[in-house]
């Protein structure tokens, strides 16, 4: 029965990490999802020897213009969301020096024509917060001036990619350092 749903797939959750949120879960019947990253970042981060992942869809590189909105929503912002979702990723028994990170978006939905460049500054801060931190980001699917949504399975460590024209499907590992579209923010 080649068509038939597999055991574990008929139990699976999905868990929908919307625009200024992360989730991270070690259930291995657990699929994390966010949609529509434009101009902001969705950062994965996976833990393949404890199977400990999650999302962060992070929307504005600074928290210092809303003071008020980071007390409620610190994953808005990439100073104060990737700090806090790299803490949560660790609380599952993640090391920092076994994840397997990949970065999303910073497109520039205005297609060129955003004075604020907020995909550019999202990716930057992203970028800037890893490399402070000494972790090396796997795979990226960046810039450009389109919209991406991202799965991730928790237990196979396979994200899919979906894209208006495509959708990809790979294995996030330290071993690919895949560049899906390299980024050209990255200095």
């Not at 008020?68 to 993640?94: E, N, S």
Request: hydrophobic letters at 45%; a positive charge.
């Amino acid at each position: 029965m080649g068509g038939s749903p597999s055991i574990g797939s008929l139990f699976a959750q999905r868990v929908i990490i919307g625009v200024g949120e992360m989730a991270a879960s070690n259930n291995v019947q657990v699929v994390l999802s966010t949609y529509a990253l434009g101009s902001c970042v969705g950062v994965i981060a996976y833990d393949p020897i404890v199977k400990a992942a999650g999302i962060l869809h992070l929307m504005l590189p600074e928290s210092s213009i809303s003071p008020d909105k980071v007390q409620k929503q610190p994953a808005m912002f990439a100073d104060t969301g990737l700090p806090a979702f790299m803490r949560t990723i660790m609380g599952l028994r993640g090391e920092k020096s076994r994840l397997c990170i990949f970065v999303a978006g910073g497109a520039s939905v205005l297609g060129g024509n955003d004075p604020f460049r907020i995909g550019e500054r999202n990716l930057t801060a992203t970028l800037k917060y890893f490399a402070k931190e000494g972790i090396s980001v796997d795979s990226f699917a960046t810039g450009g001036s389109i919209n991406r949504t991202l799965h991730f399975e928790v237990n196979t460590g396979t994200v899919t990619l979906k894209t208006p024209s495509e959708n990809t499907r790979f294995v996030l590992s330290q071993s690919a350092r895949a560049a899906l579209v390299a980024p050209s923010l990255a200095r």
